[in-house]
């Protein structure tokens, strides 16, 4: 994955060079994705039961308000929809569209739940339900990606396809704080879905294990 790494690096300042005949899946291609992430997901839901049930009690007990954050965020050809996680903030925290270091916002359990991932374990309903798939680019906040689009060429490009609970930018490049950020995620997001491929996909997928068990979640 160290090529993907390197390559991605060294499109960021041209993404829109990489964007270029840059086309969604093929029926084929989403067949076979679609076939994995059954098996992926079918297998996530039981395995993480146990999981869920132990967040809810532990954000019931670590901080006042909805066990869940929904939130607007923009998917396949623009479209919104709304997305779900598990909340990890404080309801009345200040306005900031992006996570700090130290993040007074965030209650205690709630840095277990972003580090290890828990928090996007909801986001398994949009799946479910066809509003994202397993691995793509990341869903972003409608807010954002109205800025985005304004000041990163090609920007759009990203929503040729579903957005991902993980995926190439998400587990090569850190959680993103700012435009910089997203202009640098970009170049992962448009080589994932000019390069896609079962091995690639599969690739993410284990990545995507070595991170959480590495806590490098953010």
């Not at 005949?21 to 029926?27: A, L, M, Q, R, S």
């Not at 297998?43 to 670590?62: A, E, H, S």
């Not at 006042?64 to 965020?73: L, N, P, Y």
């Not at 479209?79 to 404080?90: A, G, L, N, T, V």
């Amino acid at each position: 994955m160290s090529n993907f790494k390197a390559v991605a690096s060294e499109v960021v300042p041209n993404a829109i060079v990489i964007s270029k005949n840059i086309k969604g899946y093929t029926f084929l291609q989403y067949f076979m994705k679609k076939i994995l992430e059954f098996f992926i997901v079918f297998f996530l839901l039981i395995v993480t039961l146990p999981i869920v049930i132990y967040t809810i009690y532990r954000i019931k007990k670590d901080s006042k308000g909805s066990v869940f954050f929904i939130q607007q965020r923009v998917g396949l050809n623009g479209k919104p929809f709304s997305c779900y996680k598990f909340r990890s903030m404080h309801e009345d925290s200040a306005f900031n569209p992006y996570t700090q270091d130290n993040d007074e916002r965030i209650f205690q359990f709630g840095h277990t739940m972003r580090k290890l991932r828990i928090d996007e374990l909801p986001q398994l309903w949009n799946v479910i339900k066809g509003d994202m798939d397993l691995i793509g680019p990341r869903a972003e906040w409608d807010i954002l990606v109205e800025d985005y689009a304004k000041k990163i060429p090609s920007y759009h490009k990203r929503h040729l396809v579903k957005p991902g609970i993980t995926g190439l930018a998400q587990v090569c490049y850190p959680y993103g704080r700012n435009l910089e950020d997203a202009k640098s995620k970009l170049s992962y997001d448009l080589l994932y879905i000019k390069t896609w491929s079962l091995l690639l996909e599969l690739k993410i997928a284990w990545l995507t294990v070595m991170v959480i068990l590495d806590r490098k979640g953010v």
